[in-house]
């Protein structure tokens, strides 16, 4: 015995120290050689055998890499139960096999055989069971702590150490273990797992290079991110006592996070999860979910949209473009054409990465090229060809005071931040404003990104996806007398599963939001400020989906709480909070002096006086008694025909309910 470590002992060391291939060739043959005439024979030798494989693993010569792996696989196919004291010294060697980016096809393959690793652990699970009976571990536990942690722990070292398609493959297999043995994982060895799957967003592994840690980000968290998700899903019931508020905690890390697909990608997972499981949800854990898209809402406000301004060293430069503008007709052109949708723009810096088409899409969706996705960028800036600028001035004089909004979303949710808008004349023009500013900027943008992604993820899991946009069919479809039927709630939808003070807290959420960016698009001074310091866009950004999506959004919950008898233990909050904004609503509506501006609220004041008109008598009589001057007003305006017919079906409702008119009119 002592004879063989010895003899290990020196061909590791020839291995590790000596700069010649061809004595280190010669060792591994003789290795290899031993394994092979002796096997049968060799006892307690095969943690040196695979320590001489693992430093030959890291070799650069193709030939010694080449045996020792092709004898390693021999052991696995051959000898597995006789190397079970060795196992984890063998998972390791893999890793290491795998790890090494000179040859990617073994690589590959050492990922295949980790894989083969984890089916004899769970065919087998005895063997590691009476295996290291004398240490101080439970037997369950040994399954766990010889068997199934080594496994999952070295691929999770692959896809920290390995280059994009090695790892992707290492994560990939990874997470089919996960999902194919882990109904016989007991809870706290998940508890453990999960700490080595976090790893991979661990900020200090990730790569120092901004372009790599943006690479890393976009491909390999976003995909751990969705394979995490389909995991909790699958396992759901096991793992939510002990991890969901852990899952919650990474997901608001991604989505904090300086990158826009994966900001993306974790409200969209927060959706995921929240559709998948929200029926097994007890009223703690709607607690824990609302309070998870609170703080994201909080914490991904972007409050320097409305108090950036510039350093004293870039205000000269900003002079220069002003006067730039007024000289130059080409920059003219393609700054006033029209208002930039901040949604549909990408961070600045972010040109040359791919991102995904649609949040809704798998990671691997992915567009290519910039072209395909600008005249969307183009087409967001204006509304029905008319810039909303042109009378905002004067219509910011007669807004009112919307000061007390919190939060911000963005316009354009489906944009891609992979195409950019050709700027040439502005870049030269303002070199040093885009490096001082630039990753500001860049985060404004996506925090106004994750804003309307969180709008959507609210009405989404409150409605179920698509509910909201046949809902505003069914409204334009009344509005134009034609055929229309009311659209129920599907099962899917979380609505009902949700007692008041959570419905409340995510109202909140939306008004603050819808407030916010009121309080922006009227804000003409910034916004200009913003554009002529470089903020991305044609001309000067707005909130204008984000400011209607949100109101939206918050209209149809209150006038669910308020149309359901005896859903909530406060029906005067409710109808005190539902009279508020509709009354904020119908009195800016009237003040927008931009027939575009008023053509991008037509859904929501649809929505408004459809929702009006199915309330009760008694109900119908208390909303109209502070909305009538409202109603009035608004037959001033030049309105579309859909909002007249349903103007003239609520005054007509009041003449007769207040006996302005005979019934039979």
């Not at 001489?52 to 193709?62: Q, R």
């Not at 040439?424 to 490096?435: D, G, T």
């Not at 109900?619 to 349903?646: I, M, Q, S, T, W």
Request: hydrophobic content about 40%; charged content about 20%; glycine content about 4%.
């Amino acid at each position: 015995m002592d004879c063989w470590k010895a003899m290990f002992a020196v061909s590791m060391f020839w291995c590790f120290c000596c700069r010649s291939p061809t004595i280190r060739d010669m060792v591994v043959r003789c290795v290899a050689q031993m394994v092979h005439s002796q096997a049968a024979n060799i006892k307690s030798g095969w943690k040196n055998i695979f320590s001489v494989f693992h430093l030959a693993a890291s070799d650069h010569d193709e030939g010694i890499v080449e045996l020792a792996f092709q004898t390693t696989a021999t052991i696995f196919e051959q000898y597995f139960a006789a190397t079970i004291d060795s196992f984890q010294d063998a998972v390791k060697c893999l890793s290491e096999f795998a790890c090494n980016a000179a040859f990617p096809d073994t690589s590959m393959e050492a990922i295949r055989l980790i894989r083969h690793c984890a089916k004899h652990v769970a065919d087998a699970p005895q063997m590691f069971k009476d295996y290291g009976a004398e240490e101080n571990v439970s037997e369950t536990d040994r399954v766990w702590v010889k068997g199934w942690f080594p496994v999952l722990f070295e691929l999770s070292c692959v896809i920290n150490r390995c280059k994009l398609d090695v790892r992707t493959r290492g994560l990939t297999v990874m997470f089919e273990v996960m999902k194919t043995y882990g109904n016989s994982f007991q809870q706290h060895w998940w508890r453990d797992l999960f700490r080595v799957v976090f790893r991979i967003f661990d900020n200090m592994k990730l790569p120092e290079q901004q372009q790599e840690k943006a690479e890393w980000m976009t491909t390999t968290c976003n995909h751990a991110l969705y394979a995490i998700v389909d995991v909790f899903t699958q396992y759901f019931d096991i793992l939510s006592p002990v991890l969901l508020d852990d899952m919650l905690s990474q997901l608001h890390w991604c989505v904090q996070q300086d990158n826009e697909q994966l900001a993306r990608s974790g409200t969209n997972c927060l959706e995921n999860l929240v559709i998948s499981n929200g029926s097994k949800f007890s009223t703690s854990t709607w607690d824990s979910i609302c309070s998870a898209i609170h703080n994201v809402f909080v914490s991904t406000l972007p409050h320097h949209l409305l108090t950036w301004t510039p350093s004293a060293a870039n205000e000269p430069e900003a002079a220069d473009l002003s006067v730039t503008k007024k000289a130059d007709p080409e920059v003219l052109t393609t700054t006033f054409e029209s208002e930039a949708d901040l949604s549909s723009l990408p961070p600045p810096g972010l040109a040359d990465r791919e991102h995904s088409s649609s949040v809704k899409e798998k990671p691997n969706s992915v567009i290519t090229s910039r072209s395909e996705m600008s005249p969307a960028i183009e087409e967001v800036g204006q509304i029905d060809g008319n810039p909303i600028d042109e009378l905002e001035s004067a219509e910011s004089e007669n807004q009112r005071d919307c000061s007390d909004g919190k939060i911000n979303s963005i316009d354009g949710k489906k944009q891609s931040s992979s195409n950019v808008v050709s700027e040439p004349s502005f870049k030269k023009q303002r070199p040093r404003i885009m490096s001082v500013d630039q990753a500001l900027f860049s985060a404004l943008l996506i925090q106004c990104v994750v804003q309307l992604e969180l709008i959507q993820t609210i009405d989404n899991v409150l409605f179920f996806p698509t509910t909201s946009r046949k809902d505003d069919e069914y409204n334009l479809a009344c509005a134009r007398g034609g055929e229309c039927r009311k659209v129920a709630l599907p099962e899917q939808a979380m609505y009902d599963s949700l007692n008041a003070q959570q419905l409340f807290s995510l109202l909140q959420c939306l008004i603050d939001s819808h407030r916010f960016a009121k309080q922006f698009n009227s804000n003409n001074e910034q916004r200009t400020l913003l554009w002529k310091a470089g903020f991305r866009g044609k001309s000067k950004p707005n909130l204008l989906k984000q400011e209607t999506t949100s109101l939206a959004c918050a209209l149809r919950i209150l006038f669910h709480m308020y149309g359901k008898e005896g859903c909530c233990d406060g029906p005067d909050k409710v109808e005190t909070t539902l009279l508020q904004i509709c009354d904020e609503s119908l009195s800016y509506f009237h003040s927008l002096k931009s027939e575009g501006h008023r053509d991008a609220w037509t859904s929501v004041i649809l929505l408004l006086f459809t929702q009006l008109q199915n309330l009760s008598d008694d109900k119908f009589a208390k909303h109209v008694g502070v909305y009538y001057p409202h109603c009035c007003d608004l037959v001033a305006l030049d309105l579309k025909p859909e909002l007249r017919n349903v103007l003239r079906r609520v005054l007509v409702r009041i003449g007769v309910q207040f006996l302005v008119v005979a019934t039979s009119s």
